[in-house]
Antibody
Framework: EVQLVESGGGLVQPGGSLRLSCAAS????????MCWVRQAPGKGLEWVGN????????YYVDSVKGRFTISRDNAKNSLYLQMNSLRAEDTAVYYC????????????????????WGKGTTVTVSS | DIQMTQSPSSLSASVGDKVTITCRAS??????LNWYQQKPGKAPKLLIF???SLQSGVPSRFSGSGSGTDFTLTISSLQPEDFATYYC?????????FGQGTNLEIK
């Protein structure tokens, strides 16, 4: 079964750090871009960032640049999110997701979409 | 950044109804548009990718259309399990952005 399982969430004080993990099973995660998406309580979905198959390219939403770092260990089929200098507004459920792609016949470009999601892990930033 | 605006923000409908949700992008995104369904306390689920391609395992009552800046998600005949929140998401550029969501409630 294709599955993603997040862990590492919890309660942390403002300014603190936390490291989230995402374990992939049922597929070879090294073949896919992977990403993190978060959802603040009662709010919509916000893309946090993504990482290329070999970890050579990473992109982040502006609000976390310089504070969050995405990494991966393909030997362990795992994805990570290191979160530093946490703020109250980082409080959310954090999901990891697989980024899949599809190429229409005869076209030279790919469409990307998040087709496998974990159940999420909750991060609460509060004193 | 590309802004995605969904309408309506909430919608009440009955089982068996046909429902349409609209998503508008702040600039042209070709067909780089995906739709997700999310139920309370659960992770999002992919329904439609590339504006109109149905994800494997998703019932055929769901369909997507549009290109450029205007897109729609249609549910042809609402079933009890379809009451949820729906999000559009563009994958044209980085950062990826989502619409604010449409909450579909039982009338």
């Amino acid at each position: 079964e294709v599955q993603l399982v997040e862990s590492g969430g919890g309660l942390v004080q403002p300014g603190g750090s936390l490291r989230l993990s995402c374990a992939a099973s049922g597929f070879t995660s090294s073949s896919y871009w992977m990403c993190w998406v978060r959802q603040a309580p009662g709010k919509g979905l916000e893309w946090v960032g993504n990482i290329k198959q070999d970890g050579s390219d990473k992109y982040y939403v502006d609000s976390v640049k310089g504070r969050f770092t995405i990494s991966r260990d393909n030997a362990k089929n795992s994805l990570y999110l290191q979160m530093n200098s946490l703020r109250a507004e980082d409080t959310a459920v954090y999901y990891c997701a697989r980024v899949n792609s599809w190429q229409q016949l005869g076209q030279g470009y790919y469409y990307y979409y998040m087709d496998v999601w974990g159940k999420g892990t909750t991060v609460t930033v509060s004193s | 950044d590309i802004q995605m605006t969904q309408s309506p923000s909430s919608l009440s409908a009955s089982v068996g109804d046909k429902v349409t949700i609209t998503c508008r992008a702040s600039q042209s995104i070709s067909s780089y548009l995906n739709w997700y369904q999310q139920k309370p306390g659960k992770a999002p689920k992919l329904l439609i990718f590339a504006a109109s391609s149905l994800q494997s395992g998703v019932p055929s009552r769901f369909s997507g259309s549009g290109s450029g800046t205007d897109f729609t998600l249609t549910i042809s005949s609402l079933q009890p399990e379809d009451f949820a929140t729906y999000y559009c998401q563009e994958s044209y550029t980085t950062p990826v952005t989502f619409g604010q969501g449409t909450n579909l409630e039982i009338k």
